[in-house]
């Protein structure tokens, strides 16, 4: 009986330093059990029954009658906890895992952990690996991979111009000797680009193989040896000490070529290399940036080494290499379109000011006085840019939308559990992913090339993890919610063709999750590119007669009357065919480049 466990006639005179056994609640929160009926715990957390068992229940529910656990460890100082409570609070995304583990602990009985293994696509990709033999100078596939890196990426950057490019290529043909480290590394960075795309995805070739948008993805072999890692490890190498413009180009082309194929720890190695360069050439301060001619392109690359830095840090958490750099940067440079804007400055400063808060006082993330300055500097910034944060009709529009949502993901995330500003936190995490998770539908089913960069792997986990908390919450209901996961796994089943292992894992923990919630996704019926460019929307309404074989409405259609609520659409606009989107000339990222963006 749990009275016996008082030991209150023990023959000793002694108290003793601790109890035979925890309830079920103490035991899965890891606090300090008093063994009372019930326990001085669960009394001031309220709503939990004080249980315990006879033996051992492994892999069996829990007898606690409700599936959600109290927010955050105990802070009572005897507590094993202790150690917790004084521990930084987790940054970016990683506060939402940590809520979904304890929830799914708590009903499970068994713990989990959302973090996902740091895997490359090949392990050669790794820079504490031996590096590999160099390149065939003499290779029969460099004009090939020049030829695709030309006509498929070149257009995508400012600082590059055919015609350097080209004079490059014949020098290394004719004159190997006259290219410079730098110089080398540049060319071997744009072969390891070129490589890359002819790998990963089909030719014309493969056009039966290929029939929609959103499938002209190969699987990539991490057991064959491929010539992009080879030029790649050894680009790097040759560029050890970036000093100059060129190095500092060639590490641009090497980051994004990172973010579509290694690890997060050799990507920060390379992005800490581009940071290191950027601040070597005086990029980072107006004055020194003034003195380069205006044809490199040196306050465009400014911005855009920032906003690597600072996204890329918004992203995995880390802290950025550049904490402070002159904002008058963002508007000598904005202007030229794509990354290169007005929007996106603003967007990246407040997010640097956010990563800069959760990693000196992250107690100001939860504070209601300092979230609400944060919420009304995004709504100004609606005021002017709003329109550009619903559409992908330009490169800016594109960039503007997912880092605008993602940037509300980071602001709400850490106070999500938090008594006074958790309802409100809840309701701007579920909508900002809803419209996350819309946008990379839309992506992933209008363009040619399925973009697989470990960024956008990493938004629509994020996303994925947002919607489960806003369910277990009680934010957001549990049809939307089966809807908006269906999507989730259909995303992972494409980005698995590039992070088999890792996308694998991350399929495994929304299944444990779902499992735990008794939750059932609905399967995602991709429609014909030719259906879906009927509308800029990615949850336009489809006629019936247009409506192809084997189409199942999404289950926020099918609540009501599905038959009637598509007879009820309004007449589709005029197709668009699936193309490329139009670009306004301006730097691309890591969502644009192989199919990256």
Known sequence: MPAERNYAGSSSGNAPKRIAKACEACRVRRTKCDGGNPCSKCTEAGGIECMYRARARPSRQLRIHRPLAPAGPASTPGSVDSDEVEAPRPRGMRAVEIDLERQCEAVTGSPISLV??????????????????????????????????TRDILPFFDFLSPARLNQLVRRHRELPASLTDDQLAFLYAIYAMGYLRQVTYATSADSERVPVAGEALLPMDPSVQRLDVTYFRHAIELVRLPSTVTALQALIILQLYCMAAASLTTTRQVVGKLCYCVQELGLLHPATAAAYPAESGTAALGFYVIFTDVSWAGLTGESPFLPEFDPELFVNAAGNGGIVAPAMGELILLEAEVLAAARNTPSRLCDPTYVLSLEARLHSFLQRFGSQTNDCSTMTAYFATKHYHFLRLLIRAPSAADPVLGI???AILARSATLLLQHYERIFLTTHYVNCAWTVFARIVGAGHVVLQAVWRGEMIRLEAADLMGKVLWFLSKLETRWTETAAVARKNFLTLMDALNLEPV???????????QSTSPTSSIGPADRPRGFAPSVSAASTNPEQALEQAPPPAPVEPVSDWPLDNGLFDDTWMLGLA
Not at 126 to 132: A, D, Y
Not at 523 to 533: E, I, T
């Open 424 to 426: 409100s936190s809840l």
């Open 523 to 533: 399967p995602f019926a991709a429609l014909p590119p030719s259906l879906l460019a």
């Open 116 to 149: 996902l293994p740091d895997l490359g696509t090949h392990p050669l990709l790794s820079l504490e690996t031996p590096l590999p033999p160099p390149p065939d100078p003499n290779g029969d596939l460099t004009d090939s991979l020049c030829t695709t890196f």
